[in-house]
């Protein structure tokens, strides 16, 4: 369905509370948006940490929920919201706390996803809805907004605001006379998701890295307990050389050290889809998620992809006859990644 317009909204109110892969992906339809309608107003309900690395995206108002207040963010939300009113409600998050916060945003006209892709009775909460379509990926489907209010040129593309004092704490860590490689070993937890590869396996990758091109590695991850124990870890079985920077970079900061690097080598994760907004190459690493679906837009051709054998093993069918998206619910499935395989593929993005 497409909402046709006399002319350009004047108001746009968009609903994407998180992730950080998520958010990055939303910043295309924003600027396809502000392309086609220069003078529409858009406001962005973000969460707190989101926002942290969204803040400074040009032309865009930002209202926050913290959801960390509990009840109360709904009341601060609904202070900030009480008094006006949007032509438009782009609602692209479909989880009950977003349909909630859907509840609170006064607009004329309301778009949805579609009944397909409808989490937590999201369906019943838009009049509109963006046409259902298979096996996109994530990006692609966000960008159906666009098109659904009229938008017909998208390409998709980014502009992340950095200031000069994160593009100067990126280049205190970067050296310039040789490769800089960033890994990510961890990715934030949700129960019974297994997407982080062996630790061991990485060392192996870091010895390699060291051996054939000596490169300046850098480390970097959330400051939670299994990220700093991992890095520990890695640190003490890969000898001296490697920057520890896990827990020490705010949002910004580590998207100025992914912009300022050759390579990112990491799982299925936010520094991934940070990589693909300033147009670094990431090495993505996929056996419980379809990278064709969640994987770095633009390195999509270079993530081992080792999807198909875990689906094969865990539901005895080809990927073909399973659901778009479809997560491995297996702990051993990341282990189908060899070194040989991120090795290989390492040699052919750099020598290439």
Request: a positive charge.
């Amino acid at each position: 369905m497409i909402l046709s317009f006399n002319k350009p909204p004047s108001s746009i109110c968009l609903i994407r509370l998180s992730a950080i892969g998520d958010v990055c992906h939303i910043v295309p339809v924003i600027l396809s948006i502000r392309k086609a309608w220069p003078k529409t107003r858009i406001t962005w309900i973000i969460g707190k940490t989101e926002y942290g690395l969204m803040k400074g995206l040009e032309d865009v108002e930002f209202i926050i929920m913290d959801k960390s207040k509990g009840l109360k963010s709904y009341y601060d939300l609904n202070c900030q919201l009480k008094d006006r009113k949007f032509d438009l409600l782009l609602h692209m998050h479909a989880t009950l706390r977003a349909n909630l916060v859907s509840l609170l945003v006064r607009s004329k006209e309301r778009i949805g996803f579609d009944k397909a892709r409808s989490k937590d009775f999201h369906h019943f909460f838009c009049r509109n809805h963006i046409p259902a379509k298979d096996k996109q990926h994530v990006i692609d489907g966000f960008l159906e907004f666009p098109k659904a209010i009229g938008i017909k040129k998208m390409h998709p593309y980014w502009n992340m605001s950095l200031s000069s004092e994160d593009n100067n704490f990126a280049y205190s860590y970067i050296d310039p006379s040789c490769l800089n490689i960033i890994i990510s070993p961890c990715t934030g937890y949700k129960a019974f998701n297994y997407r982080n590869w062996p630790i061991e396996r990485y060392v192996q990758i870091i010895k390699f890295l060291s051996e054939t091109y000596k490169p300046n590695i850098l480390i970097t991850g959330g400051a939670t307990d299994l990220e700093y124990h991992s890095a520990k870890k890695m640190l003490e079985l890969s000898g001296p050389g490697v920057k520890n920077l896990t827990g020490k970079t705010s949002l910004k900061q580590l998207l100025a050290l992914i912009k300022a690097s050759s390579l990112v080598i990491c799982s299925d994760s936010g520094p991934a889809h940070m990589a693909t907004t300033v147009g670094t190459k990431v090495i993505g690493l996929y056996a419980t998620s379809n990278p064709f679906r969640t994987g770095p837009y633009n390195c999509q051709t270079i993530a081992i992809n080792k999807y198909p054998e875990a689906i094969k093993r865990n539901f005895n069918k080809p990927v073909e006859e399973i659901r778009w998206g479809a997560r491995v619910r297996d702990p051993q499935a990341m282990n189908l990644i060899s070194v040989s395989d991120v090795r290989d593929r390492i040699r052919e993005v750099i020598e290439n």
